[in-house]
């Protein structure tokens, strides 16, 4: 990396979401996804169920930020989990 790049990266953000390890609840599939937002990261993640043309997919993008990308998955996680519990099946409509 040349010193012009490595001076750019402290100045910008990579906005795109990378995601972490997918998380098995009630049979669905809870893939986290911060997002960063600055110097936080915003909470996000997609969950699944079913396979090939029977999967369903929602994705989700809250207002929640935190600090640091560990916390926000933990966050992540929690808040699918009581998405799936309100909703069920009913999330993917």
Do not use: W
Request: charged residues 25%; glycine residues 8%.
């Amino acid at each position: 990396m040349g010193f012009l790049s490595g001076l750019k990266s402290l100045f910008t953000t990579n906005t795109n979401p990378v995601a972490a390890d997918p998380v098995e609840y009630n049979g669905f599939i809870i893939t986290p996804a911060p997002m960063p937002d600055g110097r936080q990261y915003r909470v996000a993640a997609t969950i699944t169920k079913g396979e090939g043309e029977a999967l369903k997919t929602h994705t989700f993008i809250r207002s929640d930020v935190v600090g640091s990308r560990g916390e926000c998955i933990e966050i992540t996680i929690r808040k699918a989990q009581r998405a799936i519990d309100q909703s069920d099946e009913q999330i993917f409509n």
